[in-house]
């Protein structure tokens, strides 16, 4: 055998063991006293060798990290000698393995032996401790940087640790690790330190302290780069202070920073976000003037923010935009859109997208399809649910908790709960858990049936099945209770479900105050009415609950009272619809003496919408005036239509505006 490959022989039995060290296993330790905010880590032994001492007893002993064999030989190698290279290697080696037993033993030898240690090989296990999550450990190695290993501490090193708190999501703890270093330590911040900082504010919210930090930069000799400002807009944006983002854009302009592709879609998305597609369409056409672009995120922006305002038809045009601009539309493009036409109760339209999806090679995920289920099955297409089901299933995509709740939601509304009750099994049966939405649906469906037994044997079963009831479930229970005329049931199921610390909802509350109208309570009624007024806003009544009051009051000829009911509900927002109308056209014709045909009525309710600018319900007023054949005042129809015709010139030019801009 050549000495050469003598030599390469010995090299791969010293190195090969070395490298498939397995990562050993971890336990926590209590927090130290310096650092409580992490545990500290505590490393179990390695694999160990089994020795006999001088009695016979078997005892364990560890093998070296390194073995001196190798170096005493190194004469006769020539060329393998213990040197700090090779410590180095051994260092990013256990690093890169996560093997930190192996690592702290390296570290250890190389303190004994008064090894070098440079900047770069630790930051080499700062970041091992930040990919293993045990960014505290990083810290303490910072700080034992120079006293225990004689290594300088600079910025470099700073970063890194820091870097590895934030990634962490320790938004206080990095603002703290940062204070005390720039405080004790002569290390100047570098842009990437105000960079790291300022997103830990943003995260924060604490945007002034972020903007007081960008404004401290230049005192530090350091400019602001293009991160700088995408992270501080991206903060101003998520505390809705758009003009103050959008404004930087400029700012960052004239101090030489050239905005990119990331600095116009953070902008764009806070805009879409607030609705002000206008302005957010004024930033596109500044991203062609500066020669920047817009890419797949831009377009996905502005195609979620038109979705949002229901301008489906500019956003499926969008779309084909983006095909022709070469921008590659991906699965969080068409689910947008179809997710926004089932939304608008266009489904039809949302399957012929998910069509054009799958021709362009993208795979609809479980969300898609359980969202067109759900739309189907709202607008009554019980037939095309069920085909959009199997074909889910047909292309190998596995129904999810969505799926599967959105099926079941769909058959009660077809109002085939027992078929329902069917799936529900099959879902157990493929370990899906079902949620408190998928037993609500199913017990609302029971309900519609008239088979409450049923219904409330599913309540007991997901206590049996350790799911928690919510509000919506309490919610269901007691609007089916009261439906079926169980007051006293649902009374109970009310004051346990506020002894759990729900809040009851719109419905619950509704449902209780018919009930309690209809068994002759309308003074309970009112009390739980105006207890529901100091509720948060999913409690706040609706028009459903005005019109039982509305009922309820005229029966025992208390117009006045109605009337006064009617004007506080027009002060919250809440437009009368068709169902107060014929309340009140009723009650004055079969109350009042002499009768009133309630034209008066009416035209005076229109002029109240209008004066609240109301402009939508007054001309709905004035509609169902003209079919009851009660004219109204040539003064009323002179306003409404004046008014109503003002927006819709307005909504002609918004439209010319966008198809000027992307068709």
């Known amino acids: 055998m050549s000495i050469s490959n003598s030599i390469r022989m010995q090299r791969q039995q010293l190195i090969l063991p070395l490298l498939s060290s397995s990562p050993c296993k971890f336990s926590l330790s209590p927090p130290t006293a310096h650092h409580h905010y992490f545990s500290a880590l505590t490393i179990p032994s390695t694999k160990t060798c089994s020795e006999k001492?001088?009695?016979?007893?078997?005892?364990?002993t560890e093998p070296p990290i390194i073995s001196d064999k190798i170096f005493q030989s190194a004469a006769k190698l020539g060329s393998y000698r213990l040197g700090d290279s090779t410590f180095y290697s051994l260092i990013e080696n256990y690093a890169n393995s996560g093997d930190f037993r192996s690592l702290?033993?390296?570290?250890?030898?190389?303190?004994?032996?008064?090894?070098?240690?440079?900047?770069?090989?630790?930051?080499?296990?700062?970041?091992?401790?930040?990919?293993?999550?045990?960014?505290?450990?990083?810290?303490?190695?910072?700080?034992?940087?120079?006293?225990?290993?004689q290594c300088k501490q600079t910025v470099r090193s700073f970063n890194s640790v820091l870097n590895i708190i934030i990634?962490?999501?320790?938004?206080?703890?990095?603002?703290?690790?940062?204070?005390?270093?720039?405080?004790?330590?002569?290390?100047?911040?570098?842009?990437?330190?105000?960079?790291?900082?300022?997103?830990?504010?943003?995260?924060?919210?604490?945007?002034?302290?972020?903007?007081?930090?960008?404004?401290?930069?230049?005192?530090?000799n350091c400019t602001p780069d293009v991160f700088t400002y995408c992270t501080l807009m991206d903060g101003l944006c998520k505390e809705k202070r758009i003009d103050e983002a959008v404004s930087l854009l400029d700012e960052m302009q004239i101090e030489g920073c050239f905005p990119s592709p990331m600095t116009f879609n953070v902008l764009i998305n806070g805009l879409c976000k607030e609705g002000d597609l206008a302005r957010a369409a004024k930033l596109v056409d500044n991203m062609f003037l500066k020669g920047c672009v817009p890419n797949e995120v831009t377009y996905n922006t502005l195609i979620h923010g038109l979705c949002l305002k229901g301008k489906l038809d500019k956003a499926i045009s969008l779309l084909d935009r983006m095909v022709l601009n070469k921008c590659v539309p991906n699965e969080v493009t068409y689910g947008t859109i179809i997710n926004g036409l089932v939304k608008q109760g266009r489904a039809v339209d949302g399957a012929r997208v998910l069509i054009s999806m799958e021709e362009r090679g993208h795979q609809a995920n479980e969300y898609v399809y359980s969202s067109l289920i759900s739309g189907f099955f709202k607008e009554g297409k019980s037939k095309e649910g069920m085909r959009t089901w199997e074909k889910m299933l047909e292309k190998g995509c596995n129904p999810?908790?969505?799926?599967?709740?959105?099926?079941?939601?769909?058959?009660?509304?077809?109002?085939?709960?027992?078929?329902?009750?069917?799936?529900?099994?099959?879902?157990?049966?493929?370990?899906?858990?079902?949620?408190?939405?998928?037993?609500?649906?199913?017990?609302?469906?029971?309900?519609?049936?008239?088979?409450?037994?049923?219904?409330?044997?599913?309540?007991?079963?997901?206590?049996?099945?350790?799911?928690?009831?919510?509000?919506?479930?309490?919610?269901?229970?007691?609007?089916?209770?009261?439906?079926?005329?169980?007051?006293?049931?649902?009374?109970?199921?009310?004051?346990?479900?506020?002894?759990?610390?729900?809040?009851?909802?719109?419905?619950?509350?509704?449902?209780?105050?018919?009930?309690?109208?209809?068994?002759?309570?309308?003074?309970?009624?009112?009390?739980?009415?105006?207890?529901?007024?100091?509720?948060?806003?999913?409690?706040?009544?609706?028009v459903i609950t005005f019109n039982i009051l509305f009922t309820a009051l005229c029966k025992l000829n208390r117009i006045s009272h109605a009337i006064d009911l009617l004007n506080h509900m027009l002060d919250r927002g809440c437009d009368p619809d068709l169902v107060t109308c014929n309340v009140f056209l009723k009650a004055l014709k079969e109350k009042l003496n002499p009768p009133q045909d309630g034209r008066d009525f009416l035209d005076e309710l229109a002029i109240q919408l209008y004066k609240r600018q109301r402009t939508i319900g007054a001309s709905k007023i004035v509609e169902m005036m003209l079919q009851k054949f009660l004219p109204p005042k040539t003064s009323t129809w002179e306003r409404v239509v004046r008014e109503l015709c003002k927006p819709r010139k307005i909504q002609t030019a918004i439209y010319k505006c966008w198809n000027n801009l992307f068709c």
């Open 53 to 60: 001492n001088e009695h016979g007893d078997v005892c364990q």
């Open 104 to 149: 702290e033993k390296v570290l250890d030898r190389m303190k004994r032996e008064r090894r070098v240690f440079i900047e770069k090989n630790l930051i080499t296990v700062f970041k091992a401790y930040g990919k293993a999550h045990f960014p505290e450990k990083a810290v303490d190695l910072f700080y034992k940087m120079v006293d225990e290993f």
């Open 167 to 220: 990634q962490e999501g320790l938004y206080y703890r990095a603002l703290e690790f940062h204070c005390h270093v720039v405080n004790t330590k002569n290390i100047l911040p570098n842009v990437l330190t105000f960079n790291l900082i300022i997103k830990a504010m943003c995260k924060l919210g604490l945007i002034d302290r972020a903007v007081e930090a960008f404004r401290e930069m230049p005192l530090c």
């Open 400 to 542: 999810n908790i969505v799926g599967f709740s959105a099926l079941i939601d769909g058959l009660c509304r077809e109002g085939k709960p027992d078929e329902a009750k069917e799936i529900l099994s099959e879902m157990v049966n493929q370990g899906c858990i079902p949620n408190a939405f998928t037993y609500s649906s199913l017990m609302r469906g029971f309900f519609e049936m008239g088979n409450s037994y049923k219904a409330i044997i599913l309540w007991k079963e997901m206590a049996d099945n350790n799911c928690i009831h919510n509000e919506i479930c309490y919610s269901v229970l007691i609007h089916g209770l009261c439906k079926d005329g169980k007051l006293k049931e649902a009374m109970m199921v009310w004051k346990h479900m506020l002894a759990k610390g729900w809040t009851p909802d719109v419905v619950a509350y509704t449902s209780m105050i018919h009930a309690l109208c209809n068994a002759g309570s309308i003074e309970l009624g009112l009390k739980l009415f105006n207890e529901m007024l100091y509720q948060e806003s999913d409690s706040q009544p609706d």
